[in-house]
């Protein structure tokens, strides 16, 4: 195989994006060479801010993709899905994995993780709220700039996808299925 396998995973806040991205690399690179990208390690040290549509709050901005130092990622993408990469298998995750041309058009898979917006929000507010923040201040961010950014910019990214998978991965099969799916793939190819 010249060039490896790619997988671009999408999703919403706190839908599940980064959890099947591990499980299918704990499940797949025993057998494969995997390298994974995570998107959130490409956000900029100083990112812009974005006034919300209703409130007119001002917030720092972390869901468009101006928040990303695109230049290096995209640099970090190529070396490692480009010809001569040792990796068999690329798994990149992120909000914007399906909205960015240069991922999405590089992908062989394309998955969307599906979750409805009450149970991302109950999530990210156990997550933010772990990590120092109140309850207010989740909720508020959450409501006056996140929601709007994920129906703008991420829920039409799903027509992107060629799986849509169910974010709730402990009650799902969505694992399983892209997992054989892939390991078919990589089969056919190695």
Sequence with gaps: MSKPYVVA????????KSTLTDRLEARLSPRYKTAVIHMDSYFKKEPPTTIAPITRKEYVEHNHPTTLELERMYEDFARITGEGSDAQLV???GL???YLDEIRERADLKIFVDLES???LARRITRFMAWGQTYEEVTERYLDTVRFRHKELIEPSRWHADLVVNGTLDRSQA???A???IEKKLGKDL
């Design 175 to 177: 694992e399983d299925v």
């Design 9 to 16: 995973i999408a999703g919403g806040t706190c839908s599940g």
């Design 91 to 93: 798994l990149i995750e």
């Design 118 to 120: 009450d149970e991302r």
């Design 96 to 98: 914007f994995a399906l």
């Design 179 to 181: 997992a054989c799916f």
